[in-house]
């Protein structure tokens, strides 16, 4: 009987051998293209945020724009202008205000429709 035992156990020790040395090399394996879908090049021209294809949290470092005006945002775009932004229909004075304020930490680049759609660009799906 206590042979047996003595194998059960070491059995289940070679399969948790196994288990975690195949995490480790799938680990290994991953590519950071894996994680990381867009490049800061797709939301960012020259330092500035690009309204019209950054994500939702990038409006974060931003007082009073995350999340209910970043989404606002989002779901307007595309913008043939930075100034467009302060004609979105529903804006209530404090926000225009403070999309004034901000103005100058935006551009509106040239909108890439397939690249980022629009619940990728409200919800990625990771946390930074």
Same mark, same amino acid.
């Given at each position: ?46 330092? =500035?945020?690009?309204i ?9 470092? #931003? ?18 202008t930075?100034?467009?932004?302060? =004609? ?17 930490? #935006? ?14 660009r409200?919800? =990625?799906?990771?946390?930074?």
């Amino acid at each position: 009987m206590q042979w047996r035992s003595l194998w059960q156990r070491l059995g289940t020790l070679a399969l948790l051998i196994c288990l975690c040395v195949g995490l480790v090399a799938g680990a290994a394996q991953a590519d950071e293209s894996d994680v990381k879908l867009y490049s800061s090049s797709d939301i960012e021209i020259d330092g =500035k945020i690009d309204i019209n294809n950054t994500t939702l949290r990038k409006y974060r470092k #931003f007082p009073g724009m995350y999340p209910t005006l970043a989404r606002i945002l989002v779901l307007n775009a595309p913008y043939a202008t930075t100034e467009d932004i302060l =004609k979105i229909p529903g804006l209530t004075p404090a926000q225009i205000a403070r999309l004034e304020e901000n103005l100058p930490y #935006f551009v509106a680049g040239p909108y890439q429709e397939g690249a980022n759609p629009l619940y990728d660009r409200i919800n =990625k799906g990771y946390y930074d």
